[in-house]
């Protein structure tokens, strides 16, 4: 596809449950991000992926929070035992290159809601 | 640590005036700065940035932004606002430094141009 995907679009959990969310990066771009976005909160740093690599995992709030890339492509992004406070809308950016001057390509992001 | 303030919530401009969106930042090293704009129910989409050169930079719909150093700040401006610009702001700032790839982004600011 010509941007970044993210699925599902929606979802709606019950508290405990576990959840994936998935992003598809914009073919070749090397670097990923996730972020959280929530009511008044701007966008909250998550985790960075540089290739199959996380340099950068000091947003995950919790250990219930895990992330990971496989071939240099798709994320998946993990919470467990997912909490009230877990729901926002969760955003996953790439950029090409190592993206070390170049603005960030998001996704439509995915709306969590944990009841 | 490198931050982001927008010190306001919601801007409001009638339209046909200018419009201004402030933002300043703090970083370690010297600053890639970036503005995003996120229409409802959608993802963010790229305005403009600062990387270095000339501190007056020009980007989509008419939105320019001017970096000053001196007062750390980067603020969004438009001559002749319009109601198709109503939507949350974004800036966001990284380090320039080699191996620092995060980046911060703002609270968000909510622009409301009145017809």
């Known amino acids: 596809g010509a941007g970044v995907s993210q699925s599902p679009s929606n979802k709606v959990t019950e508290k405990g449950k576990d959840v994936e969310l998935r992003c598809d990066p914009i073919s070749g771009h090397t670097a990923l991000y996730w972020y959280r976005q929530s009511l008044g909160q701007g966008l909250e740093f998550l985790i960075y992926?540089?290739?199959?690599?996380?340099?950068?995992k000091s947003g995950l709030p919790s250990d219930r929070f895990s992330a990971e890339r496989t071939g240099g492509s798709v994320s998946t992004l993990t919470i467990q035992r997912t909490q009230q406070e877990d729901s926002a809308v969760y955003l996953c950016?790439?950029?090409?290159?190592?993206?070390?001057?170049?603005?960030?390509?998001f996704g439509q992001g995915t709306r969590l809601t944990v009841v | 640590a490198q931050s982001v303030a927008q010190p306001e919530d919601q801007v409001n401009v009638a339209e046909g005036n200018p419009l201004t969106v402030k933002c300043t930042y703090s970083v370690s090293g010297n600053p890639y700065l970036f503005w995003y704009v996120q229409y409802p129910n959608r993802g963010l989409q790229f305005l403009l940035k600062?990387?270095?050169?000339?501190?007056l930079v020009k980007g989509s719909y008419g939105f320019e932004a001017e970096f000053n150093k001196s007062q750390t700040s980067f603020h969004l401006k438009k001559p002749s606002a319009l109601v198709s610009d109503s939507a949350l702001y974004f800036c966001?700032?990284?380090?320039?430094?080699?191996?620092?790839?995060?980046?911060?982004f703002g609270i968000g600011t909510k622009l409301q141009v009145i017809p």
């Open positions: 950016a790439s950029l090409p290159n190592g993206g070390v001057n170049t603005e960030a390509f």
């Open positions: 992926f540089q290739g199959n690599s996380a340099p950068d």
């Open positions: 600062y990387i270095t050169g000339d501190n």
């Open positions: 966001a700032v990284r380090d320039n430094r080699r191996g620092y790839q995060k980046v911060t």
